[in-house]
T-cell receptor, first 115, second 112 residues
Framework: AQKITQTQPGMFVQEKEAVTLDCTYD???????LFWYKQPSSGEMIFLIY??????QNATEGRYSLNFQKARKSANLVISASQLGDSAMYFC????????????FGGGTRLMVKP | DAGITQSPRYKITETGRQVTLMCHQT?????MFWYRQDLGHGLRLIYY???????DKGEVPDGYVVSRSKTENFPLTLESATRSQTSVYFC???????????FGPGTRLTVL
């Protein structure tokens, strides 16, 4: 079974609007962390936001927020006030504390911001 | 310069040749990782290392060899390159107490 599932291969959003990128995960660990990375066309991996499984508050970093619903095992990324520079691939990833220290990545969502 | 660097950034080689991709980080991070990213896919872990002289297999280790004699370096060797190893390779590192993995710029490898 896939550990990280991103069901939206591609999405469009109008500039200045908010957009939600979906991510669901599968783990039996109680301790884990969820990450979002951005990969622009230049290819580098840029860390956006982190949510720990015990964090009670949803993580926020500037225009990025993580909608963490533990019971549903979802960790959706919300980008507010989209900008043209937000056009990129977005990857959700998980680190399970009992499964070593590697990240397991989803297949990604390509976000395209329309002017 | 501080950070994590990879070399070469681009490499074209032929089937059967040995290729080594280099990764160097200046933070003295304990953990280092090698991932590959194939067109249209997320990253898959090849090998990782928790400290110097400690390495372990990831999801797709076949055809690859790693070593870590020094904390700051984590080279990845393709002993006999195959076309299926054409990919973009990312090195990453993480401190023992931190959560974020820092990624290098990637190496685009083409095997003809």
């Amino acid at each position: 079974a896939q550990k990280i599932t991103q069901t939206q291969p591609g999405m469009f959003v109008q500039e200045k609007e908010a957009v939600t990128l979906d991510c669901t995960y599968d783990t039996s660990d109680q301790s884990y962390g969820l990450f979002w990375y951005k990969q622009p066309s230049s290819g580098e991996m840029i860390f956006l936001i982190y949510q720990g499984s015990y964090d009670e508050q949803n993580a926020t970093e500037g225009r990025y927020s993580l909608n963490f619903q533990k019971a549903r095992k979802s960790a959706n990324l919300v980008i507010s006030a989209s900008q043209l520079g937000d056009s990129a691939m977005y990857f959700c990833a998980m680190r399970e504390w009992n499964a070593g220290n590697m990240l397991t990545f989803g297949g990604g969502t390509r976000l395209m911001v329309k002017p | 310069d501080a950070g994590i660097t990879q070399s070469p950034r681009y490499k074209i080689t032929e089937t059967g040749r040995q290729v080594t991709l280099m990764c160097h980080q200046t933070w003295s991070h304990s953990y280092m990782f090698w991932y590959r990213q194939d067109l249209g896919h997320g990253l898959r872990l090849i090998y990782y290392s928790a400290a110097a002289d400690i390495t372990d297999k990831g999801e797709v280790p076949d055809g690859y060899v790693v070593s870590r004699s020094k904390t700051e370096n984590f080279p990845l060797t393709l002993e006999s390159a195959t076309r299926s190893q054409t990919s973009v390779y990312f090195c990453a590192s993480r401190g023992r107490a931190g959560n974020e993995q820092f990624f290098g710029p990637g190496t685009r490898l083409t095997v003809l």
